[in-house]
């Protein structure tokens, strides 16, 4: 049984940092291409950043990038984000999925796997 069980979140000023975490367990980690997706109150969940299961190749929506970075440690078999400064249209709850390598990262309906997400907000 797949569980990935994300952790980090809370509440930041504008500019401020927070990392979150990702565990998984139940798949072999290093298999998989990981992700992290984000859903605002009343918006679509939309994506953050992915990275390839060895760790090498890693995808930014525009919008985060420069600001945010994706890792994982697969001998740990966690994904990690640090958000850097945080803005307050970051505020989300942000979730890790996890899915078979693809060339469509960004695209959330690959994704067969999904933690319950952490709440990420930003004041300003």
């Known amino acids: 049984q797949v569980q990935l069980v994300e952790s980090g979140g809370g509440l930041v000023q504008a500019g401020g940092s927070l990392r979150l975490s990702c565990a998984a367990s139940?798949?072999?980690?290093?298999?998989?291409?990981m992700a992290w997706f984000r859903q605002a109150p009343e918006k679509e969940r939309e994506f953050v950043a992915a990275?390839?299961?060895?760790?090498?190749?890693?995808y930014y929506a525009d919008s985060v990038k420069g600001r945010f970075t994706i890792s994982r440690d697969n001998a740990k078999n966690t994904l990690y984000l640090q958000m850097n400064s945080l803005e307050p249209e970051d505020t989300a709850v942000y979730y890790c999925?996890?899915?078979?390598?693809?060339?469509?990262?960004?695209?959330?309906?690959?994704?067969?796997?999904w933690g319950q997400g952490t709440q990420v907000t930003v004041s300003s």
């Open positions: 999925a996890a899915g078979p390598p693809m060339a469509n990262y960004d695209n959330r309906y690959v994704y067969p796997y």
């Open positions: 139940g798949l072999t980690f290093s298999s998989y291409a």
């Open positions: 990275v390839t299961g060895n760790g090498y190749t890693t």
